[in-house]
């Protein structure tokens, strides 16, 4: 097999078992039907994000939401027939928010598809195996500590930092005779993410002022609410950086897919790449976190959904993911503000929600068809 062929891995061949397992094939189909999803997802987002715009305790028509923006970028389509009052609603109040979920959710997305591949487990994300909570960790203590080493990117810098640890930690721990299993590196997750909650919930508790304790504990549970332009532009790089780096490290991705035997045999050196690979997730994970707090799932849900549509091609796969992450979490954020109004539910309870039955549904699937093959 040559390095090019295995670098287009089977479409039905999951993260992790290539030509095992898969889910539903998309084969041909899956790359004829690339760029229709492509433009179908980049539709939808549009029409998400002029929902999320519009959508709220104060309703402005989809035409008005379009005529603020285009107003506000110099465009003199229309005359402006509005209030100050809506101006300031659409651009100062809901575009920051709606933008921060949209590239909160692409990164996510994206940052699971990845792990997924590194780790070779399906059930890899940054929520389950505890780099959310890593990065939680040093953002709190940031808070917490008043800790303004780094200036403006503090808070992103501890996330960044406490999330890298977080993940050699579970890795290291969840390797045992230079294997891993899905089990071992979820239990090894789910163990440290308790350690870290416990260590958090110790700094809120011993929070000197009480205020301090209410805004962090609300930012734990994962919210778009809060941010301000100002502040956008850090996660913004930090997706558009990720996933640029991540395109280009497509191939050796998809070596990972047909296992670390064969990536090394075809000229892959598999640890110093896992190595690179988890600092820039790491540092993506952090500034996410450090944004709109641990959100979970969204790595979970998106890149095995958009999977069944594309195929397993880490080409296809990742602008796919950012795509429809972005699309997840606009929609969960509007759902968010709005199901239980005027009360505001983090968004971070409802992807959980969501997640939870995933997840579970993922494990049981793993484990028929591992059932499947010990039968046959």
Known sequence: MTAAAAARPREESPPGRAGEDGPAPAGRA?????????????????LSLTAGLAIGSVHVPPGEVWGIVGHALGADWSEPAWSRAREHIVLDVRAPRVLLGAVTGAGLAVVGTALQALVRNPLAEPYLLGVSSGASLGAVAV???GFTLFGAVSLSAAAFAGALVTLLLVYTTARSGGRITPLRLVLSGVAFASVLTALLDLLLL??????????????????????QWGT?????????????????????LNLL?????????????????????FILLSLVTGVLVAAAGPIGFVGLILPHTVRLFVGSDHRRVLPTAALAGAVFLVWADIAARTVAAPMEIPVGVLTALCGGPFFLWLMRRDARRRGDRGAA
């Open 30 to 46: 899956g790359r004829a039907r690339f760029p229709l999803v492509l433009a179908g997802l980049a539709a939808l987002l549009l």
């Open 143 to 145: 808070i917490v500590f």
């Open 206 to 227: 011993t929070a000197d002022r009480g205020n301090q304790a209410r805004t962090v504990l609300a930012w734990t549970l994962g919210g778009l609410g809060g941010v």
């Open 232 to 252: 956008l532009w850090l996660p913004a790089a930090a997706l558009l950086l990720g996933t640029a780096v991540l395109l280009v490290q497509a191939r050796p």
């Open 257 to 277: 897919l047909a296992g670390e035997e064969s990536a090394t045999t075809l000229g892959l050196d598999v640890a110093r790449f896992r190595a690179r690979m």
